[in-house]
Each structure stands twice: as structure tokens, then as C-alpha cells.
């Protein structure tokens, strides 16, 4: 009986992610005021961190306040890969404490990029929210954020100070402060050939790539689950704001 639950709850997993990719790729060909942006993560904002397709599938559960946030202002479209395919049709994406990318991945991230593409990146070197899975753990959201290649093609060195406060601590940037906690910092890459500005502790750098733009963030305490609209989303729109121009 067990066997066969399991086999049904794969099955009707299987036909969601079939209906979905169906939507998406119909949905891809119309048009919305709100405009999509992309949204490539390891972090528990779009799906929540399930230890099985049981849990999966056992009914809804509260969204996560980023998705909240991102969903008033967007249509949000989920990507498991970066690709031509994946980023065709998109002029804004969110990359938050990604997993690393595949040489083909940064070859197709950089030339998006330079084609007008608009990027907000959090890339925490030390993620300090916490997983229900163990270090190791596949489903683990990832710990360490390894960019280095195509962070130095734009310009960009990340390095992390382990002797800096352990509690968390606010920058601030324009008018809002950003929660921050065990941050990187940023420093320009020896050859470096783009137009970045480092500000806010050298936490963020803003990039001119060719025709597009990249926000970067050397932390990703701000899309912490445990915060809440009210506390999290004034900085977060402050950086959508930036880095995302019509």
C-alpha cells in the first residue's frame, strides 16, 4: 500500500510539474502590467523546503513573504536553469543565494546581461538563515555562494571578514537600512573592464554591463523567512527599485 501511495504521489507530482511548465510556456506569449521577472534561487522562496513528495503535496502552506512581496509587483516565473531558452522573453531576473552555475550558465547569464538584461543578485558567502536539512543535504539551500567567475568578468572580487560582528546589523542605502549579518564585501577585480560602483560597507555594487545592469548583494539575511512584510519589504523594494528601471 505504502509503494502504491508512493507511486500516485509521483505520478500526481509528475502531472503538476507537466501543467505548470504547460502554463508557463503559455503564459510566456501574453502580456501583463505587472511584467515578469524570473526568479533563480536555492532559497525556500518560491517552493517551501519539503523532505519528501508526501510533504509536497500535502496541501498548501503559507507563501513565503519574498513571494508575497515580488507577486504584488511581478508575475514571478521560477527557473531551474539558466539558459537562452529559460531567459528569452525576460528583461528582469532575481538571483538569491544561487547554486553554482555550469560554464554554459555563466557564458548565458553574462551575454543576457549584456544584452540589456536586469539583474539583483544576493550572493551571501556565509548563509546564516537556518535549514531543516543537515549540511550536505541536496535539498539544503546553498551555504556558501560560489560566483567568483563570472562576479570577476564583471568586475567584482567577493571576499568575507571572519572577524567582523557576529550579530546582525543594518547599512544603510538611499533611504532605507538593509539587514545584513556576517556579510561579504566587495572590491574592484584587478581586471576589471566594467563600470561598478561599490557603496553601503562595500556590501553592494552596482554594475553598468553593456546594455544591461547587475545589483549585487554580499548578503542574503534580508530574505530571511522569518521576517514579514512589514520589516522586509521597504528594503527589498528599495533595491527593486534600483535595480530594475522600465
Known sequence: MRANN???AAAAL????????????A???QTSDKGRLALFTSLPIYWSESASLDEMLDGPRERHWVRVTLEERHDLVPLDTLDARSLAG???????QPRPLAPTENVALDQWVRDGGQLLLF????????????LGDKRRPQDVVLLSPILRRWGLELTFDENQPAHERRIAYGSVAIPVHFAGSFTPAPAGTTDCTI??????AHCSIGAGTVLVVADAALLESHRDTGDGA?????????????
Open 14 to 25: 509528475a502531472l503538476v510539474l507537466v501543467v505548470g511548465g504547460f502554463a508557463a510556456w
Open 199 to 204: 557603496a553601503a560597507d562595500s556590501v553592494i
Open 90 to 96: 525576460t528583461r528582469k531576473l532575481i538571483m538569491a
Open 234 to 246: 521597504p528594503p527589498l523594494g528599495r533595491l527593486l527599485e534600483v535595480a530594475f528601471t522600465d
Open 123 to 134: 550572493a551571501d558567502p556565509l548563509l546564516t538563515e537556518e535549514s531543516r536539512f543537515a
Open 6 to 8: 508512493r507511486r500516485i
Open 27 to 29: 503564459w510566456s506569449g
